[in-house]
């Protein structure tokens, strides 16, 4: 079994040092030193560090038998995140090293999740944005002393002389995580360079919640305490304790529109503003006397105004177009939002609350009412993005369960008032042949029928994967049916509210599409079970 120790220098006089900690040197090489004075550990970052760290990690880890793995203190961890997107090793680095460094911040955060993971590396006090009780970071050393928790070692009071481990930081710049989510979504749409850097980080997030969830989960089902449930102290109910619903749910579909644009700012101040190319990077570094605790210019942005060109003009939202012709054939779905890792991103986030909702209403808001700001932002959206968040393969990212509600409350919204409503939202194929199969929209738009069209798709096709879906004469009906009666519909378009040809012509295009893609699987489903019988 792997034991998780911390930075303990034993055998090294009262002035001796140890190479390992964090700070960025004008060669840029990240070294890590952790300095052993008066038994206090001083932690510094700089690549050669970031790499030593790495070693460190993956020589306990990775041995046969497990060896102890060397974690730094928490306020490290928080600093090693922030030097992972912070503009002055990305967008405005002075040299390759530079955004070398935020690349091996992050490789050693992934590494730290997959070999440690997110319970026993404490990434909960880590990962906590300042409020005025936690505005100074204390950093405490843990070690996994059994399976059920950890003990603290020794108290690693020692501060880390440079802003951006303080007020610097993301963790102190930004009010919570949903300003980061929403600042990181709006520049997925008008700053794709720092997306790009946002992206990476957002990513290892989404995948560090989800983990010390499952881990948390997990330790749920084997403990016999029955006053203490490990789900409350996870990342996730950080973030969301005390947070408006809503606001979440903005964050998480900010699309760079000028007022969720407005909501979410920037964590850092200029921070879309980029070097000049001309700027002369190669500057003579500041003094560095560790022992004096001086640590000259590392890990600041050195950039002044004058080095910095003027923030680039946003790149507008895209705007779905009506589309000739020749374009139908390949719309672009993805850009309102981002591209499509964005929307797996969003996807992934709303998975997580429904998650959590489940298990943990009162922290947060009851399922019910979640579902409802789901549908507030996902029925409005224009046909080619609504398709990108009720499509099958969207709703892979939820439980099944989960995707069968989410879909017949969008579905509901949507479907003729004739269409009966179900007693429950479990899915069955008696349920879809009554209530929804062989009904049209409640209006005449040709989107809101392809809506309608998309949602059945998508709970056929939910139904045939996880419970069956048997082909009858009944289901047969049903499909054609509901097919006639959407396409009747969509054709009784009054002319005074018509809209443009090329936008009608978009529209049928993803009409026509769902219904072929309905009937491919229902005769699919025919052939298969004909072929059994016979």
């Avoid at 399922?367 to 968040?389: A, K, M, V, W």
């Avoid at 429950?424 to 738009?445: F, I, K, M, R």
């Amino acid at each position: 079994m792997t034991r998780y120790q911390p930075f303990e220098p034993s055998g090294l006089s009262r002035t001796s040092s140890v190479s390992i900690a964090l700070s960025i040197s004008k060669r840029a090489s990240v070294s890590v030193q952790v300095h052993a004075i008066e038994h206090r550990l001083t932690v510094v970052a700089d690549v050669q560090g970031l790499n030593l760290l790495t070693s460190v990690l993956s020589l306990g880890t990775t041995s046969t038998p497990a060896a102890p793995a060397f974690l730094p203190p928490s306020q490290f961890l928080a600093l090693i995140s922030t030097l992972a997107v912070h503009p002055s090793l990305t967008t405005r680095a002075q040299s390759d090293d530079r955004i070398e460094a935020s690349l091996l911040s992050l490789r050693y955060l992934r590494l730290l999740l997959n070999l440690v993971g997110p319970v026993h590396s404490n990434l909960r006090e880590a990962f906590a944005f300042s409020t005025p009780e936690t505005s100074s970071r204390r950093g405490v050393i843990r070690r996994r002393t059994t399976g059920d928790g950890f003990s603290p070692t020794k108290d690693a009071m020692a501060s880390i002389n440079n802003d951006l481990a303080h007020a610097g930081s993301m963790w102190a710049k930004a009010q919570d995580f949903w300003h980061v989510v929403g600042w990181a979504f709006n520049c997925s749409v008008l700053h794709r360079n720092r997306w790009d850097r946002w992206k990476m980080w957002l990513e290892y997030m989404v995948d560090t919640l989800e983990t010390d969830w499952a881990q948390r989960v997990h330790i749920h089902g084997e403990s016999d305490d029955s006053e203490q449930d490990p789900r409350e102290r996870s990342i996730l109910v950080r973030y969301i304790e005390g947070a408006n619903e809503r606001r979440v749910l903005r964050a998480i579909f900010a699309d760079g529109s000028s007022k969720l644009a407005g909501e979410f700012t920037e964590v850092w101040r200029n921070e879309t503003k980029e070097r000049k190319k001309d700027t002369n990077v190669k500057k003579t570094a500041s003094k560095l006397d560790i022992e004096a605790d001086v640590w000259g210019d590392y890990l600041h942005d050195s950039g002044s105004s004058s080095e910095l060109e003027d923030t680039p003009p946003p790149i507008s939202p895209t705007k779905m177009e009506p589309m000739t012709d020749s374009e139908i054939s390949i719309p672009d779905v993805s850009a309102p939002f981002g591209g499509s890792q964005a929307i797996v991103l969003r996807l992934r986030l709303l998975s997580l609350l429904s998650t959590f909702s489940v298990f943990l209403p009162h922290t947060f808001t009851p399922l019910p009412s979640l579902y409802d700001l789901f549908l507030e932002h996902i029925r409005p959206l224009p046909l080619p993005t609504f398709f990108l968040f009720v499509s099958p393969s969207s709703m892979q990212h939820f439980h099944p369960s989960a995707a069968s509600s989410i879909t017949q409350i969008i579905l509901r919204s949507l479907i003729a008032s004739a269409a009966p409503l179900p007693i429950t939202d479990d899915l069955t194929q008696e349920t879809l042949e009554t209530c929804y199969l062989p009904y049209h929209a409640n209006t005449l738009s040709i989107s809101d029928n392809t809506k309608v069209s998309l949602g059945v798709e998508t709970l056929l096709r939910l139904l045939h994967k996880h419970s069956g879906l048997d082909w009858s004469e009944s289901l047969q009906v049903a499909v054609d049916r509901g097919i006639e009666a959407r396409e009747q519909k969509a054709k009784n378009v009054s002319k005074g509210k018509a809209k443009g040809k090329g936008s009608q012509g978009s529209e049928r295009m993803w009409l026509k599409g769902s219904e072929a893609r309905i009937r491919g699987l229902v005769q699919l489903v025919r052939a298969q079970q004909e072929s059994m019988e016979g």
